[in-house]
């Protein structure tokens, strides 16, 4: 009798094939059953609101955040949590810090995998990435009425219900540096009103100034850098995408782009740079109009430690340079606080998310103090009042916040994004004609959009 | 006399095979059938089949075919150039002797460095307002203004691959270096009585003896590029415009930042199609190597 053994031996190819189909037909069949197996609906959530925290019943908030993951804010953040924990000895906060870049399409993915925190830090189009997903739970029922400012909430809403608690306001201004528009001739109390202003001031600062770059400007592929230079876009009357529709091959567009490429073939912005990158410049001087947040002035005096009037008698800020459209515009990219679904004690994030925005320490101690922006309260408590009046806040509040254009954010935004955005850097870095690249610009919207 | 083979043994290897089809099999298949559907994670919908269409965008997807562009001449560039560098050098320091043979352990740390570090350390160099790059040419008086190394379109491919050579020089010095030594003395003394000349002896003798080595350093190295992400996302997120965008870059964006898990799937695919012939040739060669 032969032994199977044997039988291999003797037929050693056959023998081979076949054991090498044995194996390769159990991985393909288990490889198949895991593939089957893998879920691509979002997860459960779960609506409870948990118990009343309290010291014979704490509860742990895992808070995710990028304040915890920056140099200027972490020490703000880190005191401000340890003083709501003081206050609230039945609630611990676990910071998880996740840079500002990375915490949107971070918090999809974990939220996809089951494994989402608490509470987050949110911002602009990340909010509404988020939301998309099913993953926020809604706020309404925790908000009592005139707390907070009526139009932050509704930057927070999203499908009728109120998911992100606004936590601060940061629109992006027009900086000017007084102290360099001086040595250049220029007069530091008349910063340029319309486009073709600033080209002139540009001109002026690069001709006179020549280690200043004349404009920081984020040119950067994220939805971020989109959201800032919407207004810039706005300026010229081009509006790259509506809903799904695709509109970024018109003549608005090309003097837009047009413009950036003008801008950077004249020397007077750098190309691909973060909003950030801009910051350490301005404190040292080397920048002369930065198109940024009021966070701006709190990394510029943490960086070279000027007093408030130093910096105040350094820098003013204004609304945007009107174009061919007429209007200012600008768009409100404050920070937001939200609530996952998934969370299993809502009743203690909201006591968290609600006294970081609310409380008047928290607002004076770490809003104002550490992120030098603009708390979202509807009446804000003479304490907080005091503290806003400075020439730069007010100058948000007063000037650059009633310019505040909504976005339209969501998944087409989150889509949108990235062919808008290499588009500008194409104008930015080659010389390809505006109307070739607004028409690419727009083929690829088209595509992204199936 | 042969040992006797018993099956009982063959089933031995189930453990591995079950590790094998989660890790590796699980992935493939999950992707390939993603790739027929349509999934984006926001839309907050559930995937639906669409057959093959998402193949048919990628077809007419001109942002796929520069990345593709893009993919090779970062792989194909980087090899070519390191390959050169790494045999010159390899050859340089053959008969290096004394405190002199320290050199071979100088030029093998760029190989030590994490690639995160050696993207950073680029990164600053060619910085084109503070880096070292800019000011050193223009103290030399080379150039006037300075270089737009990292956020031109036609800079910042040249510049990312220069980090890559930068990394894969030592990689390829240390395959030569170690295939030199496996040169037969008898042959080189024969050719040295024949008065072979310095080029004859590397072309003649040397690298027919290195060419085996070399085939297969290549292949690993083409496999490693391929899959590079860290390098260029870290120098210049795909950008400026898509001048450093490749396939896996571009499959990054799509994946985790506009979250068509379809579409990225369906690259991800053509993507895993192209390693697997190179795989394949790998394979081939180390088979032929061995035998």
């Known amino acids: ?450 | 006399m042969k040992p006797r083979r018993s099956p009982w043994f063959d089933w031995m290897v189930l453990p591995t095979i079950v590790i094998l089809a989660f890790v590796i099999g699980y992935p493939i298949v999950r992707t390939f059938v993603l790739s027929t559907q349509n999934y984006k994670v926001l839309s907050g919908l559930p995937a639906t089949g669409v057959g093959f269409s998402n193949y048919q965008q990628l077809y007419h997807d001109p942002v796929f075919w520069q990345s593709l562009r893009n993919t090779a001449v970062y792989t194909f560039g980087s090899v070519v150039v390191a390959v050169i560098i790494g045999l010159a050098l390899a050859l340089l320091t053959e008969h290096m002797a004394g405190p002199w043979r320290y050199i071979r352990t100088v030029l093998l740390t760029p190989w030590a460095v994490p690639l995160i570090v050696v993207a950073f350390l680029f990164r600053y160099m060619f910085d084109q307002d503070s880096g070292v790059v800019n000011a050193l040419l223009r103290d030399l008086g080379l150039i006037h203004s300075n270089v737009h190394w990292l956020t031109s379109s036609t800079w910042a491919m040249p510049t990312v691959m220069l980090a890559n050579i930068w990394t894969a020089v030592p990689f390829f010095f240390l395959v030569f270096t170690a295939s030199l030594t496996s040169v037969p003395t008898d042959v080189v003394e024969a050719a040295r009585v024949d008065r072979a000349g310095t080029w004859s002896m590397i072309g003649r003798i040397k690298l027919p003896y290195l060419l085996g080595p070399a085939m297969i350093a290549v292949l690993i190295m083409v496999i490693n590029n391929f899959n590079d992400f860290a390098k260029i996302w870290a120098m210049t997120q795909g950008g400026p415009a898509y001048s450093t965008t490749t396939l896996v870059v571009y499959v990054y964006q799509l994946a985790f930042s506009s979250f068509n898990m379809g579409y990225a799937s369906a690259i991800g695919v053509v993507w895993l199609l192209l390693l697997m012939i190179f795989a394949v040739f790998y394979v081939r060669l180390l088979q032929r190597a061995s035998r």
């Open chain 1, 1 to 450: 009798m032969l032994h199977p053994g044997s039988l291999n031996e003797s037929k050693p190819t056959r023998g081979r094939t076949r054991r090498s189909i044995s194996v390769l037909t159990v991985a393909g069949v288990l490889a198949l059953l895991a593939a089957a197996c893998g879920s691509s609906s979002p997860k459960s959530s779960n609506s409870g609101q948990g118990t009343t925290p309290s010291a014979q019943h704490p509860v742990t908030i895992t808070f995710a955040n990028w304040a915890d993951a920056e140099t200027a804010t972490r020490p703000g953040i880190e005191a401000t949590i340890s003083q709501f924990e003081a206050t609230h000895p039945g609630i611990k906060v676990v910071s998880q810090p996740i840079s500002f870049t990375d915490i949107g399409h971070t918090l999809i993915l974990r939220q996809q995998s089951g494994n989402p925190p608490d509470v987050a830090e949110l911002s602009g189009n990340d909010t509404f990435a988020v939301a998309a997903t099913g993953a926020l739970a809604p706020l309404d029922s925790y908000l009592k009425s005139g707390v907070y400012n009526a139009k932050a909430l509704s930057e927070g809403t999203y499908k009728g219900q109120v998911v992100a608690l606004p936590w601060n306001s940061n629109p992006p201004g027009l900086w000017y540096n007084k102290t360099l528009m001086t040595q250049a001739g220029l007069d530091p109390n008349s910063p340029p009103a319309t486009i073709t202003q600033l080209m002139t001031d540009l001109a002026t600062i690069k001709a006179k100034e020549p280690g200043v770059l004349p404009l920081g400007i984020d040119t950067t592929n994220r939805s971020f850098a989109l959201a800032v230079d919407w207004p810039w876009m706005k300026t010229f009357g081009a509006t790259p995408f509506s809903g799904s529709n695709a509109t970024a091959n018109t003549p608005q567009m090309q003097a837009f782009l047009g413009f950036m490429q003008t801008l950077a073939q004249k020397g007077y912005i750098t190309a691909n740079h973060k909003i950030g990158y801009y910051r350490p410049l301005a404190a040292q001087n080397k920048v002369a109009f930065v198109w940024d947040q009021p966070v701006l002035q709190g990394v510029v005096q943490s960086t070279n430690h000027e007093t408030d009037a130093q910096f105040f008698a350094n820098w003013g800020v204004t609304t945007l340079p009107t174009g061919p459209a007429g209007q200012a515009s600008t768009v409100d990219e404050g920070h937001q606080l939200v609530i996952f679904n998934h969370s299993a004690q809502k009743k203690a994030d909201w006591e968290f998310i609600n006294w970081l925005a609310s409380d008047p320490s928290a607002v004076t101690g770490y809003t104002i103090k550490y992120e030098s922006s603009l708390p979202t309260l509807a009446n804000p408590s003479p304490q907080i009042q005091s503290q806003i009046n400075t020439p730069i806040l007010q100058a948000f509040t007063n000037k650059i916040l009633p310019t505040v254009i909504q976005l339209p954010y969501g998944p087409n935004f989150s889509s949108a994004y990235t062919p808008i955005m290499a588009g500008v850097q194409s104008a930015v870095t080659s010389s390809t004609s505006p109307a070739s690249i607004a028409a690419n610009i727009q083929s690829g919207l088209q595509n992204a959009f199936k």
